[in-house]
């Protein structure tokens, strides 16, 4: 009678989650599997199942190659424009720019740090079509693009950033925005440090640096490698920016971005949602190696156990 | 996102509202037929003529004393262009909601027939000649799949060079070498490389401050350029698409010329529509490599009144030769009908045929600046007076090629464009360029290309 009670409890109380994660995690993932090994295009059909052939467009066996398998030139050309995009959004912006952004911000004074802060929240609250429209402005190599206005006052030719630097583009206008969300984490992390162990510090002779590094970077571990996996996810599957502020451009073909222009993309060859899906669980894979990776290096373990020292 | 709704005119409603107060016959027998179409400010009359010629035939039931009644239920999409809407239609379909008839764009037939959506209209087109007897012979060519018409053409266009005379003016060139330059490009006397030398000369002198531009995605405009390098696209006896190495090593080596002589922005595949139009119709750059439809914006751009003024002001001109001797070419990129294969299809074939009378066509040609489907047309007052243009534009669809109405053509311009792309911003050589395109379009098209040497 208990043990029925009990297991009707248990469903009454994690069966609506349950019912949540099958529908909107596990499901598209099922779907996604079944999509890539099948030759779905154009139409919502079967015709072959199942079938590798939409991954002999990425890569072909050879017992020659590394790992086994030759990757096709523009597959390996989307690899590693994600990995450059990742790492390079990734550590210069997500985390190292918010790390200064959010240390700089509660170093000074209170109010004057909340607006700081509101202000780089600007670009994540706005449409993404209208910041993207802005950086249009901004990069636009005829003379009336903001940053050659500026520019011409000192040289001669105009920019064009969109030819000449893609990646560096995506990179800023992505790590603008990623910026924000672990300014705001890093920063309610500094301020729950308890303010006895900064004047302690002060104290015992503390500069700023000295404070930053042994007093807050320490502190900031677990945020910042939350973070940094969190965000290396996102930026894994991410297109929005890329494809509103660049279209399908060779030069910034990430992953994301292939398998985005190979299905829904109208008017650039879409519709072959069976390639296109081949091309997303690659990137689950990758996503879930990379997640795997991180937590073996960051040794995320230990920071789940329970902290060994209580601060009152 | 779709809308349904269902169109009764006006004096429909003025006649059930007399009807039932006589205490009306009931109708027993009304047959709906589903209309799809994208709701394009760029041609509302190709659904609008569907449903007056439903209004029509409805008179001649009341007049035949007939209680059957056709009505029109009007599918219409939000759909940004045509690819995304013909995707759209096949989802559509591939659930069972095939729609009677479709306004789609012409090389999507071979999907369309492929997975069994689009009716064959052989039958219909024989018993019907005092329909299709006057359409222009080279549009059937744009509904036909493996030697068989699927669609009837609903409008036209001819895509050509515009060129900005004024500019070639202020570059040193007189009157008779304008005067002379669209029979040069006729008689293959004038070539792609002369093109942009032409181009660049008038930058070099400060009359253009850009040589030339072509559209900034992927899209139909470049097969005329690759047919002036010889590049025959498709191969009709097998039914599969088609590329040629040398050709396409050309066709980019071309590109690089033109990127290099600084008559070709190196970054136009990153322009936005918007810069694109502006480039031409600002008076910055000498040449546009677009099609008719442009005219009404470039008279206001151009602040131009009349055929006089245009002709004065600008001209047309093939895509010209590849080399000396050759043949120029141009495309045309048709909007047709399809007729669903459902129940209603004789029905639904009768109403594209209604709609495709002089009458109604014309209002929407001479409206949007298409060409005309039938040889007609070209008389009727209206296009007389209006559409000048247009007239002056039949001519050239003599050279006209149309994209190929194969399922994959899509998939085949997107590629080669990305071999644009990178010719253009300097990524790859064009040899890089060439070998790059054929192994995608191996990898992905497999055996629906041909590629010769």
């Given at each position: ?23 909107f ?27 590798t ?10 017992p ?42 509660t ?33 636009d ?21 969109r030819l ?55 502190a ?5 490698s ?51 899906a ?33 601060v009152? | 996102?779709?809308?349904k ?8 409603a ?63 999409t ?47 087109i ?12 080279e549009?059937w ?17 001819i ?12 570059a ?23 093109w ?30 690759m ?5 025959e ?11 040629t ?5 050309k ?19 990153t322009f ?19 099609g008719?439809?442009n ?10 009144t ?32 399809i ?25 929407h040609?001479?409206?949007?600046n ?71 379009l ?12």
């Amino acid at each position: 009678m208990k043990a029925t009670r009990q297991r009707f409890d248990a469903v009454l109380f994690l069966g609506p989650a349950v019912v949540l994660m099958l529908a909107f995690f596990v499901a598209p993932i099922v779907v996604n599997i079944l999509v890539a090994f099948s030759d779905m295009n154009q139409t919502v059909r079967f015709e072959e199942f199942p079938t590798t052939k939409q991954f002999n467009k990425l890569g072909k066996l050879d017992p020659e190659a590394f790992l086994g398998i030759e990757l096709r030139g523009s597959f390996y050309r989307a690899l590693a424009l994600t990995a450059s995009f990742v790492l390079l959004t990734l550590f210069i912006f997500n985390v190292s720019f918010a790390l200064i952004l959010a240390v700089t911000t509660t170093a000074v004074p209170e109010r004057m740090g909340a607006v700081f802060r509101a202000i780089w929240l600007l670009p994540r609250m706005s449409p993404s079509v209208v910041y993207a429209l802005l950086w249009l402005w901004v990069v636009d190599s005829a003379e009336r693009g903001l940053l050659n206005q500026v520019w011409l006052l000192f040289a001669s030719e105009p920019l064009n950033l969109r030819l000449d630097h893609p990646m560096a583009v995506i990179v800023v206008a992505n790590g603008l925005i990623g910026a924000s969300l672990g300014m705001i984490i890093f920063t309610s992390a500094i301020r729950s440090i308890p303010e006895h162990l900064f004047n302690a510090a002060r104290v015992d002779g503390a500069g700023p640096l000295s404070i930053v590094r042994h007093v807050i970077l320490p502190a900031l571990r677990w945020p910042i490698s939350y973070i940094t996996i969190y965000q290396a996810l996102a930026l894994l599957v991410s297109f929005e920016y890329i494809f509103l502020i660049m279209g399908p451009a060779r030069s910034t073909m990430t992953m994301a971005m292939l398998s985005y222009t190979k299905t829904l993309a109208p008017g650039i060859g879409g519709g072959q949602y069976a390639y296109g899906a081949s091309i997303a669980l690659i990137l689950i894979v990758v996503g879930i190696a990379v997640a795997l990776l991180m937590w073996r290096l960051i040794n995320m373990k230990s920071l789940l156990q329970r902290p060994r020292i209580e601060v009152n | 996102m779709e809308m349904k709704m269902t169109i009764k005119s006006f004096s429909t409603a003025v006649f059930f509202a007399a009807a039932s107060a006589l205490a009306a016959p009931s109708f027993a027998d009304t047959i709906t037929l589903d209309l799809w179409s994208r709701a394009d400010r760029s041609g509302p009359l190709r659904a609008g003529n569907i449903v007056t010629s439903a209004e029509q035939l409805n008179r001649m039931f009341e007049a035949a004393g007939s209680d059957t009644r056709v009505e029109i239920n009007l599918v219409e999409t939000n759909n940004k262009g045509f690819d995304a809407d013909a995707l759209a239609l096949l989802k559509a379909h591939s659930i069972g909601e095939t729609p009677d008839i479709a306004v789609a764009a012409h090389e999507w037939i071979g999907s369309f027939v492929e997975a069994g959506l689009a009716a064959n209209l052989e039958d219909h087109i024989a018993a019907s000649p005092w329909f299709y007897t006057d359409m222009i012979p080279e549009l059937w060519t744009s509904v036909m799949y493996k030697g068989e018409r699927f669609g009837i053409p609903q409008d036209s266009e001819i895509r050509m060079f515009f060129v900005n005379n004024d500019i070639l003016r202020d570059a040193g060139y007189d009157q008779n070498f304008i005067d002379e330059l669209p029979g040069r490009v006729d008689r293959g006397e004038f070539t792609m490389y002369d093109w942009c030398d032409l181009a660049a000369d008038t930058v070099k002198k400060g009359a253009a401050k850009i040589g030339w531009v072509h559209r900034p995605n992927v899209g139909p405009d470049f097969q005329m350029a690759m047919a002036s390098f010889g590049i025959e696209i498709y191969n009709a006896e097998e039914a599969k698409l088609q590329i040629t190495k040398s050709g396409l090593t050309k066709y980019y080596g071309w590109l690089k010329y033109c990127v290099d002589n600084g008559s070709l922005p190196a970054d136009m595949t990153t322009f936005s529509w918007d810069s694109t139009h502006a480039a031409f119709r600002g008076g910055d750059a000498l040449g546009k490599f677009h099609g008719i439809w442009n005219v009404g914006a470039q008279m206001e751009a151009f602040g131009l009144t009349g055929s006089k003024d245009y002709f004065d002001k600008l001209t047309w001109i093939h895509s010209p030769a590849a080399e000396k001797g050759g043949e120029p070419k141009n495309l045309s990129h048709p909007i047709v009908y399809i007729v669903g294969e459902t129940e209603n299809k004789d029905l639904a074939a009768l109403l594209v045929a209604m709609a495709s009378m002089p009458v109604p066509n014309t209002a929407h040609a001479v409206g949007t600046n298409h060409t005309p489907i039938t040889y007609g047309q070209v008389s009727m007052p209206e296009f007389q007076e209006k559409g000048w243009a247009l007239v002056a534009g039949t001519p050239l669809l003599a050279r006209a090629e149309f994209m190929p109405n194969h399922a994959k053509i899509g998939q085949y311009n997107a590629i080669t464009y990305t071999g644009v792309q990178a010719v253009e911003t300097g990524e790859m050589t064009p040899e890089e360029a060439v070998d790059m395109v054929l192994e995608e379009l191996e990898i992905e098209l497999g055996d629906d290309v041909i590629i010769l040497d």
